[in-house]
Structure formats: structure tokens, C-alpha cells
């Protein structure tokens, strides 16, 4: 009887592990709570949204910088290239680039950009190729992010210092232009 | 019969409930792989990237983050002070010393494992940013976190309880490069507690370390 209970425990220590890596490589594609759902509920894609507080911008401390603001857009490179993009300054920004599952693929900030203007461009290689047969004149300032993705998230996240800054940073984040084009 | 029963259960829900539970205690700890320490602070620099290890890659679609790209920033998470003992909201504390290079940084303080952000008594938030800080002329600073008001740099806090401290560099050099285990972090330096009660003044204050 003894045996046998040693013998349980220790298949049940074994499957315990096997169990641990099963879920831990399933999380990512099984996950409810992952941005992209989230996002998915409060806006349509190419709606730039306003992406919430509680989502840990900073990290897995669980709260979000309280100086930062950020909108989220999301995308499909089937629909043709993404041109995020918005006139004038603020202070600080920066984007990320993320996939379907919330890996940040690519990021800059208003200094890696021409002029500090943020003009964005994502799509695939295949895009990419096209686009320099056939260059788009209203995309010769833009910065073209190369992705392998289909479906994706861009963030564009805001500086505001102190309390009077917050009214232009949200003011220009949310006039921030998302859109498919098709060459 | 019964028997074989029984063992074919314990063997299951060993194997099911010990590893959901491995993998949960895993993913909830502030340490573990991908994380770097540097003094009291902990960052996951990879956390969110492309080539991250498997428990990065969990942690940031359980949470449903949208984590900091290298262009960004890196943010460092504190739950001890710098003698290893745990941050708590009824105790003062001097964060003292250099940030890493960067354009800016904040710092902020919240309640471990609440959601929402720290306030001070009066309603402000418990947040700094480094446009806000004075800095001594070699370019070092030094912040209070207490609950009552202080002179100089003043973190404020409210409450009791087990408390995080965030520092996040932007725009920084570090975010970016190989060097960000060399990155110089402030100390934490403990400067005692005060009683429980919230309406303790500040003579009260038991000076317990230094």
C-alpha cells in the first residue's frame, strides 16, 4: 500500500511539471484578459482609444505611471499599411509597435523621429517591397516600422509633467490619426 | 477498486493543482527569471519583447500589458528598503543617490497589490517626476517618503500596509543597452516608523536606524 502511495505521489510530481510547462506556454494564446481583448471591447479597430490606467503602462507593478497618458489603435496589415500619425508637439511621446499577443515588436520616442513629428508607418516586408517601387508622396517623412504581423497594437504614449500640461497631452493624443491605406 | 480509484485522484489532482499552483506562484513573485536586481530594485527589462523567456511572455498576457519598448523606458520596482527589510506606508524613508542616465524619471509609491494609485492624506498623488525634484550640485537627490509633509523633495504617502516604490527612467540609455546591470540606482535608506495611529505627529517618530 505504501508503495503504491510513493509510487502515486511521484507520478503526481512528475505530471505536476508537465502540467506547470503546459500552462505556462498556453497562457499567452489562451489568456482573456490580454490587451488586445481588452482594447477590442472599448473601440474598433483604427479607433484610437484611450488605453486605461489600471493596464500597467510601466511594468508588472500594477499601477500605471501617473504622469503618462497613452492611446492604443488597433490594426490589420491585411486592410493595407497603417499611417498613424499627428501635427504638432508635445513635450515627450513615444510609440510601440505590438502583435496580436502584446509583444512589442518595435518603439521610438519624438527624438528618433524626423523633426519630432509623429508620422508612423507599419507593414509587412511584402508592403515594404511595394512601397519602394511605388512611393507614396504623402509617406516620404514617415518612419516605416517592418513587421512580420497581421493583426497588431500601436501605443502612443504622452508626457504631462504637471497638472496644466495634462489638458495639451490628452488633446493631442486623442486627435492622433489611425488609418489603413491601400496604395 | 476503490483503492486504484483513490490513487488514480491523488495522482491527478496532484499533477493539475500542483502545477497551476507552480505556475501562479511563479508568475505573482516579484523575482524570478527575466528580472534584474540592482540594490533594492527589481526591473524585467525584457518583459514584453519578441525574443523574452516563457514566464515573461505568461506574465505579460496574464496581466494584459502593453510593456515599455527598449525606446522607451524601464521601470524599477522596490519592496524593500536597502536593508532588506520590507517598504511599509507607516515608515519614513530617504531615497538617496543618482539615477540612471535619461531624459526624465518618475517615481511613485503605492500600496502592494492594490490597483490604484497612492495619495497622500490631502488627496495628491504619491508621484514625483524628476522636473520636479531638486537635485544637490553633484546631480544626486534625495526624497522623503513619509506621510506627513517635509521639507525638501517630499514623496507623500498615506495609509499602512506593505508598500512599492516605482522608479521609471525614459528615454534612457540604459533601457536600451547592455549596460543596464551597471545602472547606478538610488538607496533606500529606512528612517524609522511612526505608530500606527494616523494622526501621529512628527515628534514621534522612533528613530530606529541611523
Redesign the interface.
Known amino acids: 500500500?505504501r508503495a503504491?502511495?510513493l509510487?502515486?505521489?511521484l507520478?503526481?510530481?512528475?505530471?505536476?511539471?508537465?502540467?506547470?510547462i503546459?500552462?505556462?506556454?498556453l497562457?499567452?494564446?489562451m489568456?482573456p484578459?490580454?490587451?488586445w481583448?481588452?482594447l477590442a471591447g472599448q473601440a474598433d479597430t483604427y479607433q484610437v482609444s484611450t488605453?486605461a490606467a489600471?493596464?500597467?503602462?510601466?511594468?508588472?507593478?500594477?499601477?500605471a505611471?501617473?504622469?503618462?497618458q497613452a492611446v492604443?489603435c488597433r490594426f490589420d496589415l491585411a486592410d493595407g499599411v497603417t499611417h498613424v500619425h499627428r501635427e504638432g508637439r508635445v513635450p515627450?511621446w513615444?510609440a510601440?509597435v505590438?502583435?496580436r499577443?502584446?509583444?512589442?515588436?518595435?518603439?521610438?520616442?519624438d527624438?528618433?523621429a524626423t523633426d519630432g513629428q509623429l508620422d508612423l508607418v507599419v507593414l509587412t516586408p511584402d508592403q515594404m517591397v511595394d512601397m519602394r517601387k511605388s512611393p507614396l508622396e504623402e509617406l516620404e517623412n514617415a518612419i516605416f516600422v517592418e513587421a512580420p504581423i497581421g493583426e497588431g497594437?500601436v501605443?502612443i504614449?504622452g508626457?504631462a509633467?504637471?497638472g496644466s500640461s495634462a489638458r495639451t497631452v490628452s488633446d493631442y493624443l486623442n486627435a492622433i490619426e489611425c488609418v489603413a491605406q491601400t496604395s | 477498486m476503490l483503492?486504484t480509484a483513490l490513487?488514480?485522484l491523488?495522482?491527478?489532482?496532484?499533477?493539475?493543482?500542483?502545477?497551476?499552483a507552480?505556475?501562479w506562484y511563479v508568475l505573482a513573485g516579484?523575482s524570478g527569471t527575466g528580472a534584474l536586481t540592482i540594490g533594492s530594485w527589481t526591473?524585467?527589462p525584457k518583459?514584453?519583447?519578441?525574443d523574452?523567456d516563457?514566464?515573461s511572455?505568461?506574465?505579460?498576457?496574464?496581466?494584459?500589458?502593453?510593456?515599455?519598448?527598449?525606446?522607451?523606458?524601464?521601470?524599477f520596482?522596490a519592496v524593500e528598503d536597502s536593508t532588506g527589510r520590507p517598504l511599509r506606508l507607516e515608515c519614513n524613508y530617504r531615497i538617496e543617490g543618482i539615477a540612471p542616465p535619461a531624459?526624465?524619471w518618475?517615481l511613485?509609491a503605492?500600496r502592494r497589490?492594490?490597483?490604484?494609485?497612492?495619495v497622500t492624506e490631502t488627496g495628491r498623488?504619491s508621484?514625483l517626476?524628476s522636473?520636479?525634484v531638486v537635485r544637490r550640485s553633484d546631480n544626486t537627490f534625495a526624497v522623503t517618503v513619509a506621510r506627513s509633509a517635509m521639507s525638501g523633495n517630499w514623496l507623500g504617502v498615506s495609509g499602512a500596509g506593505p508598500m512599492?516604490v516605482?522608479l521609471?527612467v525614459?528615454?534612457s540609455t540604459v533601457a536600451a543597452g547592455a549596460d543596464l546591470a551597471e545602472a547606478s540606482m538610488p538607496e533606500i535608506v529606512p528612517l524609522g516608523c511612526e505608530q500606527a495611529s494616523p494622526d501621529t505627529s512628527k515628534d514621534e517618530v522612533v528613530s530606529d536606524a541611523r
Open positions: 500500500m503504491r502511495l509510487h502515486a505521489a507520478l503526481g510530481l512528475i505530471g505536476a511539471g508537465i502540467v506547470h503546459v500552462i505556462l506556454f497562457l499567452p494564446d489568456s484578459r490580454d490587451a481583448s481588452r488605453y489600471d493596464s500597467a503602462i510601466s511594468g508588472p507593478a500594477g499601477v505611471d501617473p504622469f503618462f492604443a515627450y513615444s510601440s505590438y502583435d499577443g502584446g509583444r512589442n515588436l518595435y518603439s521610438l520616442n527624438r528618433s497594437i501605443v504614449r508626457f509633467p504637471d | 483503492k490513487t488514480v491523488l495522482t491527478l489532482s496532484l499533477a493539475i493543482g500542483g502545477g497551476a507552480s505556475v516579484q526591473a524585467f518583459i514584453g519583447a519578441p523574452a516563457p514566464y511572455k505568461a506574465r505579460v498576457s496574464r496581466e494584459g500589458v502593453l510593456a515599455l519598448g527598449s525606446a522607451e523606458g524601464v521601470a520596482t531624459r526624465f518618475t511613485f503605492e497589490g492594490s490597483a490604484s494609485m497612492g498623488l508621484a517626476n522636473q520636479g512599492a516605482v521609471t525614459y528615454d
